[in-house]
């Protein structure tokens, strides 16, 4: 069975930093891409950011960027994201995904749900001002 586990996730003030993580088990993504999306209460799944297979492309929601990093470590199966500088609205849950078998070894930048096949439970991030 296929699971991604998140962890990281907290209570913190604006402006503090936080790093998830997210380590699947059951097989190896490393040939796929992987992504962070967060849904805040009463909102829809939206992408944080993605990283290719090899680390080489990322994409990041304008929301975000220059305050987030994606970043991936195929030795040790896992992917992360440094957030700094966290503001109130970047309160959600954040989720991880691995994306579909059909983009195994693309290069394609990924930033839409759909593309996504394996997701975890989610980690709660609440930024208080």
């Known amino acids: 069975q296929v699971q991604l586990v998140e962890s990281g996730g907290g209570l913190v003030q604006a402006g503090d930093s936080l790093r998830l993580s997210c380590a699947p088990s059951?097989?190896?993504?490393?040939?796929?891409?992987m992504g962070w999306f967060r849904q805040a209460p009463g909102k829809e799944r939206v992408v944080v950011a993605t990283v290719g297979w090899s680390g080489g492309s990322t994409y990041y929601a304008d929301s975000v960027k220059g305050r987030f990093t994606i970043s991936r470590d195929n030795a040790k199966n896992t992917v992360y994201l440094q957030m700094n500088n966290l503001r109130p609205e970047d309160t959600a849950v954040y989720y991880c995904?691995?994306?579909?078998?059909?983009?195994?070894?693309?290069?394609?930048?990924?930033?839409?749900?759909?593309?996504?096949?394996?997701w975890g439970q989610g980690t709660q991030v609440t930024v208080s001002s």
């Open positions: 059951g097989r190896t993504f490393s040939r796929s891409a």
């Open positions: 995904a691995a994306a579909a078998a059909r983009y195994v070894g693309s290069y394609a930048i990924l930033p839409l749900a759909r593309d996504y096949d394996y």
